[in-house]
C-alpha cells in the first residue's frame, strides 16, 4: 500500500507484534545508545538487533539504499568532526597516545576510539529502524500510538499523514512533469536560481490543492461527529500479548544495563586508555 | 468552524496533510547549493507558510513529525536534537497567527518585513544555538563542527522560509477575500 515505508506483510513472531510496542523498544533502546558511550553496551545491542533483524525476513534490496544513503551520511559525519577536532578524543578521555605525527592532524588512538564509537552509534538503531518500518502495518501504528495514551487526535493526525503521503507524493509528480512539460526546467542543469524559482511552480499548485483538500476532509470529518467524544475506537486496534510484554521487559533489562554501566564506568563513556 | 478547542478538527487534518507535504517536499524538493553537504531546503518555506496559516500546535506537529518521519525512513534514526529544533521554529513562527491574519486577505510590505524578521530571528537563533548546543549535550560531538552546521543551516533555512514563505503567503492572501472590501451602496 505505502511504497516509501516499505511495509511488507508476512507472519514472523516481529510482524505480530503490536506497532506499540515496537516503538516503545526502538524508542526505549534508542534513547539508551544515544545517551551510552560503553563501546561493548553499544556492540552487544547491535549484535542483538542485527539477530533481531535476520528475523524479520527482510530482503537485501528492501534495504539497500537506506543502507547505502546512511553509510555516506555516517561517512562525512566522521570525517567532519575529524577536520573540526582531531584532538577532540583526547580531551574526552585525558590521554594522548599517538599513531601518526602530522601537526593539526595528529592522529591518535583516543580520537579513532572516539570515531569509532560514533559511527557505532551512528549505525545501531538503524536495523531496529528497519525493522519497524517494514514490520509494522501504517493504520495499527497510528491506533497504537493512541493506546500508548498520545492524544487520539494526535494519532489521528499521524494517521493522515501515513495515508496521504503516497497522495501527495503522486501530486507532486504530477505536478513536476506538467510544468517540464511546459518547459521549465527543473532538473540538475538549471541554474541554483531558475530551480528555486522552478520549486514555486511546483509548490504552488501542490500546497493549493492540499488546502482545498483540508477542507474538505475536515467537512467530512465533522459530519462524521469526529471530536466530539472523549474516545474513539480503532478498526486496526490489537491487544497486547505475551510475546509483546516479553519484548517490554527485555528493553527495560537492557536500559537497566546501560545505566549500570553509567555507575560503573562514572559516567557516559567507557575508557579503555585509563 | 468550532475554532475553541486547541485542536479543532481542521487543525487534526492540517496536521496531517501538512505533515504528508513536508515530508515529500523534505524527500523531493532538496536544492543543493554546490557547497558540500548543504542545501536549501524547500520545506522550511512551507513549514513557515503553514504555521502562520493554522498557528504554533500545528506548526510544531507539523515541524515534528515530518521531520522525524523523514530521518526514519532515510536514514534510520531520527536525529532528535534537530527533529524537535524544526519543530520549535513551526511553534515560534506560528505563535503570530493572529497578528498576522492572513485569513482576512492582506499581506502587504509591512507584514512581510513583520513575517522575514520574525522568521530570521527564530531561524538563527534555532539554529546556530538551540539544535547545536542539544548535539553537544546529548549526542557529544565537538562544539566548532556543530556550531559551523548549525550557522550554515541558519542561513539557508532563513533563505528558504523567507523566499518560499513570503511568495507562498502572499499568494495565498490573495486568494482570500479582503475583509472590509464591501462597500454599502448609498
Known amino acids: 500500500m505505502n511504497s516509501l515505508f516499505g511495509y511488507d506483510p508476512k507472519d514472523t513472531w516481529l510482524h505480530r507484534l503490536t506497532g506499540a510496542t515496537k516503538m516503545l523498544a526502538f524508542l526505549g533502546i534508542s534513547v539508551i545508545v544515544m545517551a551510552s558511550y560503553d563501546t561493548r553496551f553499544v556492540c552487544a545491542v547491535m ?159 501542490l500546497i493549493f490543492t492540499s488546502l482545498d483538500r483540508i477542507d474538505q476532509i475536515s467537512q467530512a470529518m465533522e459530519l462524521r461527529r469526529f471530536g466530539t467524544g472523549k474516545r474513539r475506537t480503532w478498526y486496526m486496534d490489537q491487544p497486547l500479548r505475551t510475546p509483546d510484554w516479553l519484548v517490554l521487559v527485555g528493553v527495560v533489562v537492557i536500559i537497566l544495563v546501560g545505566l549500570v554501566l553509567f555507575k560503573v564506568n562514572g559516567g557516559r563513556f567507557y575508557n579503555p586508555f585509563r | 468552524m468550532r475554532d475553541h478547542k486547541v485542536l479543532s478538527v481542521r487543525t487534526v487534518v492540517a496536521i496531517g496533510i501538512g505533515t504528508a507535504i513536508l515530508f515529500i517536499l523534505k524527500r523531493f524538493a532538496v536544492i543543493p547549493t554546490g557547497i558540500a553537504n548543504t542545501n536549501i531546503d524547500i520545506s522550511y518555506g512551507f513549514l513557515g507558510f503553514i504555521a502562520t496559516l493554522f498557528g504554533p500546535v500545528a506548526g510544531f506537529f507539523i515541524g515534528f513529525l515530518g521531520h522525524a518521519l523523514n530521518d526514519f525512513t532515510q536514514y534510520g534514526q531520527p536525529w532528535w536534537t534537530w527533529v524537535f529544533t524544526t519543530g520549535l521554529v513551526g511553534m515560534v513562527i506560528g505563535l503570530f497567527w493572529k497578528r498576522f491574519n492572513i485569513e482576512a486577505g492582506n499581506f502587504g510590505t509591512k507584514k512581510i518585513i513583520a513575517f522575514n524578521v520574525l522568521q530570521v530571528i527564530t531561524n538563527v537563533v534555532s539554529w546556530s544555538l538551540i539544535a547545536p548546543t542539544l548535539d553537544i549535550i546529548i549526542y557529544s560531538e565537538p562544539a566548532n563542527k556543530v556550531y559551523v552546521q548549525g550557522i550554515v543551516s541558519a542561513i539557508s533555512n532563513s533563505i528558504a522560509t523567507g523566499v518560499i514563505g513570503t511568495i507562498l503567503l502572499v499568494a495565498y492572501a490573495a486568494t482570500r477575500t479582503r475583509s472590509g472590501s464591501l462597500k454599502k451602496e448609498s
Do not use: C
Not at chain 1, 169 to 177: E, K, V, Y
Open chain 1, 47 to 205: 549484535l542483538a538487533s542485527i539477530i533481531l533483524f535476520a528475523q524479520a525476513k527482510i530482503r537485501w534490496h528492501q534495504i539497500s539504499l537506506v543502507v547505502k544513503i546512511i553509510t555516506i551520511f555516517a561517512v562525512v559525519n566522521l570525517l567532519l568532526v575529524f577536520v573540526f577536532s582531531p584532538q577532540y578524543g583526547v580531551g574526552l578521555y585525558g590521554s594522548k597516545h599517538v599513531l601518526l605525527n602530522a601537526g593539526y592532524f595528529t592522529i591518535t588512538q583516543e580520537q579513532l576510539f572516539y570515531e569509532l564509537n560514533l559511527a557505532l552509534k551512528y549505525i545501531v538503531t538503524v536495523p531496529l529502524a528497519l525493522i519497524f518500518l517494514i514490520t509494522t502495518n501504517p493504520s495499527e501504528f497510528a491506533a497504537s500510538l493512541n493506546k500508548l495514551h498520545v492524544s487520539y487526535r494526535i494519532s489521528y493526525s499521524v494517521a493522515l499523514a501515513l495515508r496521504y503521503i503516497p497522495d501527495v507524493q503522486a501530486n507532486f509528480r504530477q505536478i513536476s512533469l506538467a510544468q517540464q512539460a511546459r518547459g521549465y526546467e527543473l532538473s540538475r542543469k538549471a541554474k541554483l536560481f531558475q530551480r528555486l524559482k522552478g520549486m514555486g511552480q511546483i509548490l504552488m499548485p
